[in-house]
C-alpha cells in the first residue's frame, strides 16, 4: 500500500535531522548538507513516482 | 478503504509534517504533497464507479454526452490546480500557488469555451427566429 511512503519519508527526515545535528556537532558541515541533500533526492525520487501515478489515475478517472 | 482510514491518514501525515517542519520544513512539504496524492489516488479508486453511474444517469435524462464528459474534465483539471496550489501555499509560495490556481482557470476557460459558443448560437437563432415571427 503506498501509504508507507507518508511514513518512509518521515523516517528519512527524522534519520537525516539527527544526521545531520550529529555531522555539525562534530564540525563536519560540508557533510550535513550533503546528508540533507541526499535525503533530499531520495524523497524527491518518491514523490515523482507517486505524482505520475496521481496523473495517471486523474487522466484514466476523468478522460482528459 | 473508508472515510476512517482517509481521516487516519491525513491526521496522521499532518503530525508527521508538524513534527518535521522544526528541523527540515522540506521534509514538510514533501509529506503534504505525497499524503494528497495517496488520498487522492484512494479517492478516485472509490469514485470511479460513481462517474460511470452518474453519466449513465445523463445519457438516461437524453443530454448530449460530451457534456457529462466536459463536466468531468473540469472536475480533473480543478482537482489537479487545487492539489498544486495547495502544496504551494504550505511551502508558504503564494505566488505559485495563484499561478497554478490561474492556470486551472484558463485551462477550464479553454475547455468550457466550445460549450458557450453553443449557448450564444442558440441566442442568436432564438432572436432571429423571433424577428421572423
Do not use: W
Not at chain 1, 6 to 24: C, P, R, T
Not at chain 2, 36 to 64: D, E, F, K, M
Amino acid at each position: 500500500m503506498d501509504v508507507d511512503l507518508i511514513f518512509k519519508i518521515a523516517a528519512i527526515g527524522i534519520i537525516v535531522a539527527v544526521l545531520n545535528q550529529l555531522l555539525i556537532r562534530s564540525g563536519r558541515e560540508e557533510q550535513a548538507m550533503l546528508t540533507t541533500l541526499a535525503g533530499l533526492i531520495v524523497v524527491l525520487s518518491m514523490i515523482v513516482g507517486e505524482i505520475s501515478d496521481l496523473f495517471r489515475t486523474v487522466k484514466s478517472v476523468f478522460g482528459l | 478503504m473508508s472515510v476512517v482510514t482517509i481521516v487516519g491518514i491525513t491526521v496522521i501525515a499532518a503530525f508527521l509534517a508538524v513534527l518535521l517542519r522544526r528541523y527540515h520544513p522540506e521534509y514538510s512539504m514533501a509529506i503534504g504533497v505525497i499524503t494528497g496524492a495517496v488520498v487522492l489516488i484512494l479517492l478516485l479508486s472509490q469514485l470511479a464507479p460513481v462517474l460511470g453511474r452518474l453519466q449513465a444517469l445523463l445519457r438516461s435524462a437524453s443530454l448530449p454526452e460530451e457534456y457529462g464528459i466536459i463536466l468531468f474534465k473540469a472536475l480533473g483539471i480543478s482537482l489537479l490546480a487545487q492539489l498544486s496550489s495547495d502544496a504551494c501555499r504550505d511551502a508558504g509560495e503564494n505566488a505559485m500557488a495563484e499561478k497554478a490556481e490561474l492556470a486551472g482557470k484558463v485551462f477550464l476557460l479553454i475547455l468550457a469555451l466550445p460549450l458557450f459558443e453553443k449557448v450564444a448560437e442558440l441566442a442568436v437563432r432564438l432572436m432571429n427566429g423571433g424577428e421572423a415571427g
